[in-house]
Nanobody, 124 residues
């Protein structure tokens, strides 16, 4: 069992930066791939970024490439999403997720545990 708690969301002006954190607890955290997803009101949930269980593989949605970076520190049981050059269209609830297979998957089906989400609002 893995428990996930996100933090770091808030209100920021366009062009600014935020770093989201996802603190994990539970058995064998280091075996899990981690992903970030987001959902805005009236829109479907969409994939943002993922990282394999050892951190060797990362994948990103096209719309965040060059702006967002996912990383993990297994010694701290924490995954991060560094978000730079934020745009109003990035406004959403951001959730982290853990996948027991350890693969850097873009599909929410392959994730077993989910955090409650943290709100990111980008003003123009």
């Amino acid at each position: 069992q893995v428990q996930l708690v996100e933090s770091g969301g808030g209100l920021v002006q366009a062009g600014g930066s935020l770093r989201l954190s996802c603190a994990a607890s539970g058995r064998t955290f280091s075996n899990y791939a981690m992903g970030w997803f987001r959902q805005a009101p009236g829109k479907e949930r969409e994939f943002v970024a993922t990282i394999s269980y050892r951190g060797g593989i990362t994948r990103y949605a096209e719309f965040v490439k060059g702006r967002f970076t996912i990383s993990r520190d297994n010694a701290k049981n924490t995954v991060y999403l560094q978000m730079n050059s934020l745009k109003p269209e990035d406004t959403a609830v951001y959730c982290c997720a853990a996948g027991r297979y350890g693969r850097a998957s873009m599909s929410p089906i392959e994730y077993d545990y989910w955090g409650q989400g943290t709100q990111v609002t980008v003003s123009s």
